[in-house]
């Protein structure tokens, strides 16, 4: 399975932009699916999890701006960006733990990273 990330591009500082982390084959189920960014220079850093009871986590940088959200008929988890800033400025990568089939163990899957960039 691959995970697709899309949805990225330039936006002007307080627009919203929404990404898209899809899988590319129907899933037995997901543990949690992960969106990090990495910033020139900066160390790649965890923005938003969700996981399979629905909870979820934000950083504290980008909450009250950013929502997780799935669509499970879909394969599909969305990272809603709003309020924008230029320190959102990334490339942003879906992570997902999930299996593939029934009896498969739980593995971990990237996706290709979208640039953000927000100017000022």
């Known amino acids: 399975v691959q995970l697709q990330a899309s949805g990225g591009g330039l936006v002007q500082a307080g627009g919203s932009l929404r990404l898209s982390c899809a899988a590319s084959r129907s899933i037995f189920s997901i543990n949690a699916v992960d969106w990090y960014r990495q910033a020139p220079g900066k160390q790649r850093e965890l923005v938003a999890r969700?996981?399979?009871?629905?909870?979820?986590y934000y950083d504290t940088s980008v909450k009250g701006r950013f929502t997780i959200s799935r669509d499970n008929a879909k394969n599909t988890v969305y990272l809603q960006m709003n309020s924008l800033k230029p320190e959102d400025t990334a490339v942003y990568y879906c992570n997902a733990v999930l299996k593939v089939r029934a009896w498969d163990s739980p593995e971990n899957y990237w996706g290709q990273g979208t640039q953000v960039t927000v100017s000022s």
């Open positions: 969700i996981i399979s009871d629905g909870s979820t």
